[in-house]
């Protein structure tokens, strides 16, 4: 079983910044894709940014140039670094981790960021 834990959300100012961080533990094999999706009130949950063990990444058009996707491999942990905030951010923010072999998802709790003035 796989375990992920969030931390670093919370309340911002528009053009403010915040860094999120998901630790994943347990039996996690090393090729993977880890990530972050999130659900604004009424929403639908969306992708965020993703990055693959490799170092592939993938960004969602409304978060490009101003967040950054990060991992460190070793400690099986991922990193989202937001910049320029906007309220449109504000959303429940979930880890995820895709095993490809055989196509397992793990999920986080999620870490509230709200982005209000």
């Known amino acids: 079983q796989v375990q992920l834990v969030e931390s670093g959300g919370g309340v911002v100012q528009p053009g403010g910044s915040l860094r999120l961080s998901c630790a994943a533990s347990?039996?996690?094999?090393?090729?993977?894709?880890m990530g972050w999706y999130r659900q604004a009130p009424g929403k639908e949950r969306e992708l965020v940014a993703t990055?693959?063990?490799?170092?592939?990444?993938n960004y969602a058009d409304s978060v490009k140039d101003r967040f950054t996707i990060s991992r460190d491999n070793a400690l099986n942990t991922v990193y989202l670094q937001m910049h320029s905030l906007k309220p449109e951010d504000t959303a429940v923010y979930y880890c995820?981790?895709?095993?490809?072999?055989?196509?397992?998802?793990?999920w986080g709790k999620g870490t509230l960021v709200t982005v209000s003035s």
């Open positions: 995820n981790l895709w095993i490809p072999l055989g196509g397992v998802d793990y």
């Open positions: 990055r693959t063990s490799g170092g592939t990444t």
């Open positions: 347990g039996r996690v094999i090393s090729i993977n894709r």
